[in-house]
């Protein structure tokens, strides 16, 4: 054989080693059975409305709504591939700060979102453009995923099998998060040639508000942008579903007066509520006010602005929360009582990050409407993940004022990062909170009320500061009682006994507590 023809020879069988060799590592970095999913996977992408702004350097800096323009933008310094594909990703509002601001326009920051649909499996590669990583995680943690990190490419790569939100977060560092909305596909659409069904299509939309009668479903498609709010009053068998987005970042703050709300549902009857996204809005987001058996399913809420509460259900009774992810700044689930009592809710499966005050609150108000005979009742916090919590409790009942509050169930709580305490949270640093007392901002009646009978177990608290915890009553005849704890494991120790969880319990206004 003649040298140049070895050679030739020599060099092929290197390059087809170089394959194998690649092959193998592919085959490696990928769980069992996860390179015939990529083959068999269904990938549905939304293309986001061109009509949005490009976000440049100016609009990435923190400043408050009366310094820079809020509008949801398109964003350039983060780059996501879904098997291959490029996907859309949306520049949104985020809120760093840790304490109240009193003018109502606390500095706001942005963060990368993309949503997509998908089956079998989706191979997620992130870049960025401005900046080098160093470390990545990828959130729930149970997932157990571990990121393949190019750091000359600066970019992240790694795979997804379930639907579900997917958390990035760079360097220990909450700043430009990416939050991936990564959705099943859908199934049993409406019938949009019903004259009961209200289609909205891709693209951005000015609507100020969208009014539900009975039997009307509004279908918010991929790829939507609409700008206005959604409401009904005295409805029954109404629903608000789709992949699109409802955004309320040419609103400006409500600063205590004027609050739009983009899912707001008054006496209504029959609501769901399922998988659409909420950017940007004004006040707080997901409204249900002395309303009867509801589902909110896969909602999704990132909620930067002052009075921010992510879902709150007043008053309402037989609704069910589930699969949902909430962003806030301020409550991000919570239960309080305005006009009626409050029954039968739970909150299942549900991602939390809380930038401020509580992740899971019933309280402060409880009678604001001073009814007889206040309760709150049968209430269930269950399979839930706190990716941060930044302020206040994680797990709160603060009934402050007259209610009777008994059989609420916090189990299954996992909070990969509790910072509580932060900012000006520090009177609050608590990782549970049971009290009665009597607050000067939220308090209505003048007499106290009761917390009892209450189940938390199975909490997991993975990282973050070494918290502290508190029970206490208001009174002798106004007390918390036959609280049971169990399972409970702060920072790798398991917990035993309240000092070893470092419990701050008044006994004068406590009894029936047991923790094991």
Not at 25 to 30: A, D, E, G, L, W
Not at 392 to 398: G, R, T
Request: aromatic share 8%.
């Amino acid at each position: 054989m003649k040298r140049e023809n070895k050679n030739r020879v020599l060099t092929i069988i290197l390059l087809l080693a170089i394959v194998v060799s690649a092959a193998a590592v592919i085959r490696q970095k990928n769980r069992p059975g996860e390179v015939n999913m990529l083959a068999e996977a269904k990938l549905v992408l939304y293309e986001g409305p061109k009509s949005l702004k490009a976000a440049g350097a100016e609009d990435l800096e923190a400043a408050s709504e009366n310094q820079r323009d809020l509008s949801l933008m398109r964003c350039t310094d983060t780059l996501i591939q879904v098997n291959g594909q490029d996907c859309f990703v949306y520049d949104t509002n985020v809120n760093h700060t840790r304490q109240w601001v009193s003018s109502y326009t606390p500095p706001l920051s942005r963060t990368p979102v993309a949503y997509f649909d998908f089956s079998e499996a989706a191979r997620i590669t992130v870049s960025l453009t401005e900046r080098d990583i160093h470390t990545v995680k990828v959130s729930p943690m149970h997932y157990g995923i571990v990121p393949e990190i190019d750091p000359e490419g600066k970019s992240v790569t790694f795979t997804v099998t379930e639907p579900d939100t997917y958390t990035v977060t760079w360097n220990d560092s909450p700043e430009r998060a990416v939050h991936i909305f990564a959705n099943p596909l859908e199934t049993d659409l409406p019938d949009f040639n019903d004259e009961k069904t209200v289609y909205v299509g891709p693209g951005e939309w000015d609507i100020e508000s969208i009014i539900l009668e009975d039997g009307q479903t509004l279908y918010l498609a991929g790829g939507a942008v609409v700008h206005g709010i959604v409401n009904a009053n005295y409805a029954e068998n109404i629903t608000v579903r789709g992949r699109g987005i409802i955004d309320g970042s040419k609103l400006p703050g409500w600063k205590g007066t004027l609050a739009y709300i983009p899912l707001k549902f008054d006496f209504c009857n029959n609501v769901t509520v399922k998988d659409v996204i909420v950017l940007n809005p004004n006040a707080w987001v997901c409204q249900g006010y002395a309303s009867r058996n509801g589902l909110i399913d896969g909602l999704k809420i990132i909620s930067p602005r002052p009075n921010g509460d992510g879902i709150s259900l007043q008053s309402c009774q037989d609704f069910t929360v589930q699969n949902c992810f909430v962003r806030s700044w301020d409550d991000s689930l919570v239960v309080k009582n305005y006009l009626g009592n409050s029954a039968n809710l739970t909150f299942r499966n549900n991602q939390l990050w809380t930038d401020l005050a509580q992740s899971m609150e019933v309280g402060y108000e409880t009678n604001k409407g001073y009814l007889p005979d206040p309760v709150i009742h049968n209430i269930v916090f269950e399979d839930i993940t706190v990716l941060n919590n930044f302020h206040k409790p994680v797990i709160s009942i603060h009934n402050g004022d007259n209610a009777d509050v008994y059989d609420v169930v916090f189990r299954r709580i996992t909070v990969e990062n509790g910072r509580m305490g932060s900012g000006d949270g520090s009177e609050m640093p608590y990782l549970i909170d049971l009290h009665v007392g009597q607050s000067t901002s939220w308090s209505t009646t003048d007499e106290r009320g009761t917390i009892r009978d209450i189940i938390i177990e199975d909490v997991t608290l993975l990282a973050g500061n070494d918290a502290v915890s508190r029970i206490q009553g208001y009174d002798g005849e106004h007390r918390v009682e036959n609280v049971r704890i169990s399972n409970l494991n702060i920072l790798g120790q398991q917990i035993t006994g309240f000092d070893d969880g470092h419990f701050e319990i008044d006994e004068a206004t406590t009894a029936g507590l047991a923790i094991e």
